[in-house]
Nanobody, 115 residues
Framework: QVQLVESGGGLVQAGGSLTLSCVAS????????MGWYRQVPGKEREVVAS???????SYADSVKGRFTISRQNEKKALFLQMDSLKPEDTGVYCC?????????WGQGTQVTVSS
């Protein structure tokens, strides 16, 4: 059974930075496309960044140029560097496979950006 554990969220002022981390246990990580997702109350969960197994990154238009996704396969870890944060970046951030069939979601990490 795969377990996803996210960390690194917090309260930050607009313009600030955070680095999110996700560690996956119990499954093969290397070579899998992975993504960071944002959940906001009343809205569907959306993917903000994804990283293919070969290293190709993709970003939602709203975060392009501000967020950077990366991974360390040997540690089964996924990261999201978030710079120039905006209040609209607020939400619970989770990681998971970037595919139709996903692992069980972790609890996520709350990011709150104050104006």
């Amino acid at each position: 059974q795969v377990q996803l554990v996210e960390s690194g969220g917090g309260l930050v002022q607009a313009g600030g930075s955070l680095t999110l981390s996700c560690v996956a246990s119990g499954s093969i990580f290397s070579g899998r496309a992975m993504g960071w997702y944002r959940q906001v109350p009343g809205k569907e969960r959306e993917v903000v960044a994804s990283l293919g197994g070969g290293g190709t990154a993709s970003y939602a238009d709203s975060v392009k140029g501000r967020f950077t996704i990366s991974r360390q396969n040997e540690k089964k870890a996924l990261f999201l560097q978030m710079d120039s944060l905006k209040p609209e970046d607020t939400g619970v951030y989770c990681c998971n496979k970037h595919s139709d069939l996903k692992w069980q979601w972790g609890q996520g990490t709350q990011v709150t950006v104050s104006s």
